[in-house]
């Protein structure tokens, strides 16, 4: 009995951790009036406020070896109806699945079946596995700006002026504002923008006059993949009706990781798949967009140690790319850099 309520109580704190959202309040083994003046517990109770409507969910879990059964969905539906929560607003959890004849009766009586993952096989405790979280650092490169009336040019040769032939701000800096605020696509690979200039600016050159073209800027994106291994569970529910993942939860422990971010890079979506596939194990990946981007030998905006860098590689006459300014330690994107000013045009993929 005691291995049976452990087992119960399991399912239980899973599917109490995976409703913990904002606005909804959620409530275990709940005891709850019934209209001829008994009780009946509720497993796990969700409330919430629709409309300025109070809604109750009632959730029913169940940890057994065998399939459920159409009894089992019965049993919650007398439940249910004792306690006033209409059927449509049950919602059964199981860890070992359903029969076909409990999924016809859950489907006839509006009831949403899901089943649990993620517990040991003796279905006692939850299941340590493998985790991979892999980050992917986006890396926006500006490989070419032109214009059809001005030609192109490299750096920040291309800029905008006011009526007055003021300068008030360069495309660089537009691509940078518009990377930097998630205007641009992120996917790895080559792309192509097209700035128009902003409400009473033109466009220019340095060793050329205003011009009320647009500006086609082509950069490309790559990742720098970093893998960290660890352990820890993952849980998820599954809806029967539907074959889909309705929510999910990992809880997991990384090493700390020290010393210079020198990374893999990645140029295509399909080799950065293949190189973060696994076979066994849950991997977790997210992406994070560098807060500069680079431009020619340099990150822009300029940081000033890389100014420093740059001024005393230029005087002693070697040849240097970006790699001898900037480093290969990509957490030098986050070096403090000197103020920019920029403007925000309209765009056009």
């Known amino acids: 009995m005691a291995a049976s309520k452990d087992k119960g109580d399991l399912v239980e704190t899973i599917v109490e951790q995976l409703h913990q959202l904002p606005g909804l309040k959620v409530e275990r083994s709940i005891q709850i009036a019934t209209a001829d003046g008994g009780r009946r517990e509720i497993d796990v109770l969700l409330s919430a406020e629709v409309a300025g409507y109070g809604v109750r969910f009632a959730v029913e879990c169940k940890n057994e070896k065998k399939k459920i059964g159409a009894p089992y969905i019965d049993a919650f539906c007398g439940k249910l109806d004792d306690v006033g929560i209409p059927r449509q ?69 291309f800029g905008y002026v006011d009526k007055d032939g003021i300068r008030v701000g360069t495309v660089p800096e537009v691509v ?27 466009l220019c050159r340095v060793d050329a006059p205003a011009d009320q073209q647009s500006a086609v800027v082509i950069y490309k994106v790559t990742g720098r993949l970093l893998v960290l291994e660890g352990s820890g569970t993952f849980h998820a529910l599954r809806n029967v009706g539907t074959d889909s993942f309705e929510k999910g939860r990992v809880t997991a422990q990384f090493p700390v990781t020290d010393g210079p971010m020198e990374l893999p890079a990645f140029e295509s979506e399909d080799a950065l798949q293949k190189a973060t596939q696994v076979d066994e194990g849950v991997r977790i990946e997210s992406r994070i967009r560098l807060p500069r981007i680079v431009l020619g030998r340099l990150y822009f905006p300029v940081s000033a140690d890389a100014m420093d860098r740059a001024e005393r590689l230029l005087e002693s006459g070697d040849d240097f790319g970006f790699a001898e300014v900037e480093g290969t330690d990509i957490a030098r994107a986050w070096n403090p850099t000197k103020p920019v000013v920029s403007t925000t045009p309209t765009d056009e993929e």
Do not use: C
């Open 89 to 157: 607003q049950g919602i059964f959890v199981s860890a070992s699945g359903y029969t076909s004849g409990a999924v016809r009766r859950a489907r006839k009586a509006g009831i949403r079946l899901l089943e649990i993952s993620g517990l040991s096989d003796d279905r006692l405790s939850s299941l340590i596995t493998r985790i991979l979280h892999s980050t992917i650092y986006l890396v926006a490169e500006i490989i070419q700006m032109s214009t059809p009336t001005l030609g192109s040019g490299p750096d920040q040769n």
């Open 176 to 202: 940078w504002a518009m990377w930097t605020s998630d205007q641009l696509d992120s996917s790895l690979g080559t792309h192509i923008v097209e700035l128009r200039p902003p409400p009473g600016t033109f």
